[in-house]
DNA sequence: ATTATCTATAGATCTATAGATAATGC
DNA sequence: ATTATCTATAGATCTATAGATAATGC
C-alpha cells in the first residue's frame, strides 16, 4: 500500500533483519538510521513510522536475531539426535572459523555482550529474553543429569563458549585465535560433554 | 614547561590513563577526544601533539589497561601462593559482583573484547599483546600439568571468566547474573581447578 | 481521506587541523 | 626560539522532526 509495493509489516521486517545482521557485525552504534534505512531500501525520514526510537530498534533487533543454533537444534530434532552428539554438533558449530568469521549471522552475546551491558533497558531486556531461552534449550542436551546440574552445565559451557569466540575476534593473531577455539572445544568435550546417548 | 605544571609526560600518562578506565565503561567509541581531553583538565586542540590519531590512542590505552588481577598475583607472589588457592583468588575475584560493576577498573576483553574485534590493526595487535600475556601467567597456576596442558587450562579458564562476565553484565536480571558467576565459579573449581600446592 | 514514504533540515555530535598564546630554555 | 596548550572552526557524521508526495481505500 502506497508508495512501495509491500505491507507495513515486510518493510518493518526487512529494516529489523537488516538491522539484526550490521549491529553484530558492527556493533550497536556502528551504523546509523540513514544507512539502516538506504540498505532496507528506503530513506531516513520514514524510520520513525516504524520504531519509537533507534534504541526501540536496537531491542527489536535483538529479538529477531536468529542464533546460528536454529538450524542445528533443528535439524537434531528432526533426526531424533540428543545427549553427547547434539553437543558436540553445537559446541563445533559454535566454535568454527566460520562463525567467528561471520558476526552478523552468529551468536548476538559472542558479538555485542559489551554493547548490550551498555545499552538501555529495553535492549537489555530483550538480551535477558534471548539469554533465558538459550540456555533452557542448551540444558536440555544434559539429558544425563538432573534439571539444576543440566541448567549449570548449560551456563558453564556457553559462558566458555561465548569468551572463546570473543577472544577468538579479539586477536588479530590468527595462530592463537585457532588455539583458543580449539582449546576450549577439546576442553568442554573432556569436562562437560553428557554420556552417550 | 610551558602552559601547564607538569611535564608533557604526565599529561600524556593522564590521558592515557582516564581513556584506559573510559573506554572499558563507555565501549571504544562511547568517548570523544574532546570530553577525554576535558576528564584530563585539558582542551581538545592539544591532543594530536600526544596521539597520531584516535586510534592511536585507542592502542595505547589498551596497553596501559591494568588488569583486575595484577594485585592478585602481586599479592600471591609476595605471600608466596600457587597453585589451587591462587586459582580459586583468581576466579573469586574475576567473577566478584564488584568486578562486574567496575569495567572500567577491571578485564579489558569482558569490557570491549567486542569493540577490539572492530577495531583497527593497532588496537588489535596491542590486545593481542595482552592475551598473550594473560595466558602465560594464568598458564603458571597450574604448575601440576604440563605446559601445554596448563596453557589448555588457561585458555579454557579464561574464556569462561570472560564470557561468563560479558553475559552477566549483558543482561538487566539481578538474579540470573549472579547465578551466571557463581555457576561459572563453581565450575571453574570443581573441572579445572589445580592440585593443591 | 488516509498513510507509507519521500526530501530537507535542525541541532548536536565527532575527528582533525589552523593559527594564537604563554611558558620555558638559550 | 621552542613548544605545550589554547581557541576556533571545517567538514562529516548522527538522531529526530516537519512538511510534501504518491499510492491505496472509501
Redesign the interface.
Known sequence: MTRGKDGKAQTHERILNNAAVRFR???I??IGVADLMKEAGLTVGGFYKHFGSREDLVAEAVEAMKNGWDPVFADAETRGLGGAPLFDALVDGYLDVQHRDS?GAGCL??????????AG?KP??A??HK??RMIDRFARVFEDRRPAAA???A??A???????V??A?????EA?SR??LT??G???KR??RPEKT
Open positions: 557485525e558492527k556493533g552504534d556502528g558476526p552475546f559472542a558479538a555485542i555482550a559489551g554493547d548490550l551491558g551498555r533497558e537489555r531486556a538480551a535477558t539469554l533465558e541448567r549449570a552445565a551456563i558453564f556457553y559462558s566458555a563458549l561465548v569468551g572463546a570473543s577472544l575476534r579479539a586477536t588479530n593473531d592463537l588455539e583458543i582449546t576450549v577439546k576442553a568442554l569436562l562437560v
